[in-house]
């Protein structure tokens, strides 16, 4: 009871402004000294290596934002892309891609060196994918619009070292920043979305090859969004296994984890960050 007032009353508070710096552009010790140089109050995250807190903002406006310093996004979704652990020379399919802040920071991690096909269901919204790409410096991604309620036939079975499923969910971990879900969203919301992420999971299964990963992430807590999607793909699925990502991560990042290995942020125990769940799964042989 203690643990969901604690998350209740985390839920009702302000999100923390979160920048990640654009590491094919600058580090992140050259953006804090720029932003607190220029009259703000910035300090570094506590887990994402490249993620600053916008702590106060001065008069000034936040330098690096034409040069394509940063990117607005929150830490919990920063740490998607380090648990794929994307390499250069890789092929990466983001299937669920816009608006691009995983996408980018993909490429930022492999120094523009693996290749990222990046679709979403809707033109308008990968635009965005493109916009932030050409900001950014990001010069390796691909944007392909696509319904991945098809099985993805430009790719070849097999084909992906990796896969990232960020899929559409209830949005139940972030009511911070879209607080008119509260209302908006039912249980019938909850069955429906969890439909479409088993029926997503299933689409992309096959590109991925034999000991190549699969992360499935959404910004979400219900049980039918997370363990229960990942419970039932293992069922159908019996060539693929959780993947122990803890020897490719930073120590300090256990207490993120629970005890099956899936990553689980809370506000209310991690800094302020949004609530995400994420698993990462290789396929055997």
């Known amino acids: 009871m203690d643990e969901a007032l604690a998350l209740a009353t985390a839920m009702q508070e302000g999100a923390p402004f979160t920048l990640r710096a654009n590491t094919l552009r600058c580090t992140r010790e050259e953006l804090l000294e720029a932003l607190n140089s220029a009259g703000h109050s910035a300090a570094a995250t506590t887990y994402a290596p490249e993620g600053i807190t916008v702590l106060h903002r001065g008069n000034a406006p936040l330098p690096g934002s034409n040069e394509g310093w940063f990117q607005v996004q929150d830490e919990a979704s920063m740490l998607i892309p380090h648990l794929l652990g994307a390499q250069t020379g890789e092929l990466i399919y983001d299937g669920c891609a816009a608006p691009g802040g995983k996408t980018t920071q993909i ?90 992420q088993r029926q997503l999971l299933a689409n992309v299964a096959p590109k991925v090859r034999p000991g190549g990963i699969l992360l499935y992430s959404v910004c979400t807590i219900t049980p039918e969004e997370t363990d229960h999607v990942i419970d039932n793909f293992l069922a159908d699925h019996p060539d693929f296994r959780r993947d122990d990502p803890h020897p490719d991560l930073p120590a300090a990042w256990a207490e993120l984890f629970d005890s099956a290995g899936a990553l689980r942020t809370f506000p209310h125990r991690h800094g302020g960050m949004d609530a995400f769940y994420a698993v990462r799964l290789r396929r055997q042989g």
């Open 107 to 196: 490429a930022a991690l492999t120094g523009n060196g693996a290749r990222i096909i990046a679709s979403d269901l809707h033109p308008k919204r990968l635009q965005l994918v493109r916009q932030g790409a050409a900001r950014l410096g990001c010069t390796a991604i691909e944007c392909r619009p696509f319904d991945l309620f098809r099985i993805p036939d430009f790719l070849d079975d097999g084909a992906c070292d990796r896969i990232l499923l960020d899929a559409p969910c209830t949005g139940l971990g972030v009511l911070r920043r879209n607080p008119e879900s509260r209302w908006r969203r039912s249980e019938a919301d909850i069955l429906e979305l969890a439909r479409i």
